[in-house]
């Protein structure tokens, strides 16, 4: 499989160097080799409407950094520069890519394009500043407002989304169908893949919960692990903070919750059943949750 890095060190520098027609920039030459995956997920490059729905829009509801926004831009720019970013984003996709070979696993595509943006800190204070998307096999985006605490979790944040990728290529992922226990595995496998690949010390903050408040969360999970609908399950994963932004019915629960619990619930599973993160990759929902202890006691 082919990888292709953007080279978005060179595309921020070019786009920080423009005074107008930035955001034509962001759309035509940054956000270009990502025009299949924002049409599957029914966002169009320019909106037909002034001030229409388009990738400026969601990004910025995603929490990518504003394209006026230089003195934030440059500044993270400069430590992308100093870390060595794209190099780093070079080594992990290359060992992830060994990895899945050495271990009979696939991404259902013949090319993996990855970008690597520059996050807004304040929209993803919850996240740390770092966050990514990889629910379409082909392609992945990772944005960050780069700092001590997510730089050495960089590797962790791209094996997690690199496994949606190959999840995602065996389980079609129904928008509309997906249950609080689809998605529970979905997270789930894919901070455990990230585990397996770079360490539990370097997971993200979504799964890191005191024990009180995953206990909780647990308990709330187990009887709604069949309920359907985008905006249902959206409340259950990401919390009331999240639910009460989006106008979403809040539910109880702390922010993450759902991907705490579900890395909890494959973990459990894992361990239990003696199944390594390969084997349990190619598992149903049905067939881990059955078989997982967190929700039977």
């Keep these: 499989m082919k990888i292709v890095i953007e080279n978005t060190i060179e595309q921020y520098e070019k786009l920080f160097s423009i005074e107008t027609e930035r955001e034509n920039y962001f759309r035509y030459s940054m956000m270009k ?13 320019e909106a037909k409407q002034p001030n229409g729905y388009d990738v400026i829009m969601a990004t910025k509801m995603l929490g990518y950094l504003d394209v006026s926004d230089t003195t934030i831009g440059k500044k993270a720019l400069d430590t992308f520069k100093e870390i060595q970013a794209l ?97 529970l595995i979905i997270e789930g496998l894919a901070e455990s893949f990230a585990k397996e690949l770079y360490g539990e010390e370097l997971l993200g903050p979504w799964v890191t919960s005191d024990k009180e408040d995953l206990q909780y969360s647990i308990e709330v999970m187990k009887d709604v692990l069949n309920v359907k609908g985008f905006a249902e399950v ?57 078989h997982c202890p967190l929700f039977s006691k």
């Excluded at 080799?33 to 490059?45: C, D, G, S, T």
């Excluded at 619990?261 to 973990?267: D, L, M, N, R, T």
């Design 87 to 183: 190099q780093i984003v070079h080594d992990t996709l290359n060992h992830l890519v060994h990895f899945i070979q050495q271990n009979n696993l696939y991404i259902n595509a013949d090319q993996l394009t990855f970008g690597l943006y520059i996050a807004d800190p304040q929209k993803l204070k919850l996240q740390k500043g770092y966050c990514g998307f990889g629910g379409i096999p082909g392609f992945i985006q990772v944005t960050m407002y780069p700092y001590s605490y997510n730089i050495p979790r960089l590797p962790a944040l791209i094996a997690h989304e690199f496994h949606h990728n190959v999840r995602f290529s065996y389980f079609d992922w129904d928008h509309g169908n997906v249950t609080v226990g689809d998605y």
């Design 33 to 45: 080799p990502f025009e299949k995956m924002w049409n599957m997920i029914h966002v169009p490059l």
């Design 234 to 290: 959206s409340s259950y994963m990401f919390g009331d903070m999240y639910a009460i932004e989006q106008g979403y019915e809040p539910v109880g629960l702390s922010p993450f919750s759902g991907y705490a619990v579900g890395y909890e619930a494959v973990q459990s599973f894992m361990k239990m059943n003696h199944v390594g993160i390969k084997e349990a990759t190619l598992l149903s929902t049905e067939e881990i949750i059955n």
